[in-house]
């Protein structure tokens, strides 16, 4: 463990377009995408898109827009929207969130598919690439993942992508009227190149082998 202080300082990550072999990642523009992106979530079985999230469904395409307009006005904030790299169908969202550039940390949230991008290799692709970005391009020490305590399939995620549990955070907050209790996961810069290493051969080797398995969680 480092003990000697830090000199070093961070600055807000680059708000950019990520390109993968299968998943493109735009910053989020809330007058082109929210049709799109509303749609997309409003659309089938949609209250299990919105379930465990902190806010939404919501009622109307502008009512959709102005929440997307009021993540952009943060400065902890960085909205993106998912698409197919082949052809830019609209897959889902993603955010790097709660952005502490003083301290080199941040939070990938907010996450939510469509039923066609699930169990397949969009979501880890575009964790592999947000994470490359912030460890890589941004040195930042940390990197967070957060879900309310009932989201098993969001926990499950977590451990599967490599992040290590690190507690619950009982009556964390209120959400949707009600008391949330908070799962808190994390991976550390020093863990990056080891995990790195795990998505690549996951996502880019042609091999069938197991993300949940090479990170030594249960599949």
Not at 25 to 32: D, E, H, M
Request: proline content about 5%; some cysteine; aromatic content about 12%.
């Amino acid at each position: 463990m480092r003990i000697a202080p830090f000199t070093e300082s961070w600055s807000d990550p680059p708000y950019i377009e990520h390109l993968g072999q299968f998943v493109r990642l735009v910053p989020t523009n809330p007058a082109r995408d929210s049709l799109e992106l509303f749609t997309a979530a409003h659309t089938g079985d949609f209250e299990a898109v919105w379930r465990y999230m902190t806010q939404g469904p919501f009622e109307s395409e502008m009512a959709f827009r102005r929440y997307l307009e009021s993540l952009q006005s943060r400065d902890d904030w960085q909205p993106y929207t998912v698409r197919r790299l082949d052809n830019s169908a609209t897959l889902g969202m993603i955010s790097v969130m709660r952005i502490e550039p003083r301290d080199g940390v941040a939070e990938l949230g907010s996450i939510w598919y469509t039923p066609k991008a699930q169990r397949t290799a969009t979501n880890t692709e575009t964790i592999y690439l947000l994470l490359k970005h912030l460890f890589e391009a941004c040195d930042y020490r940390r990197v967070e993942w957060k879900c309310d305590s009932r989201n098993e399939r969001s926990a499950a995620a977590a451990r599967r992508l490599g992040f290590a549990y690190e507690g619950c955070f009982r009556q964390h907050m209120i959400s949707k009227g009600v008391s949330r209790d908070t799962l808190w996961f994390a991976m550390l810069d020093g863990e990056w190149e080891a995990k790195k290493a795990h998505f690549e051969r996951v996502l880019y080797s042609g091999e069938s082998v197991s993300l949940s398995e090479l990170n030594g969680t249960p599949p």
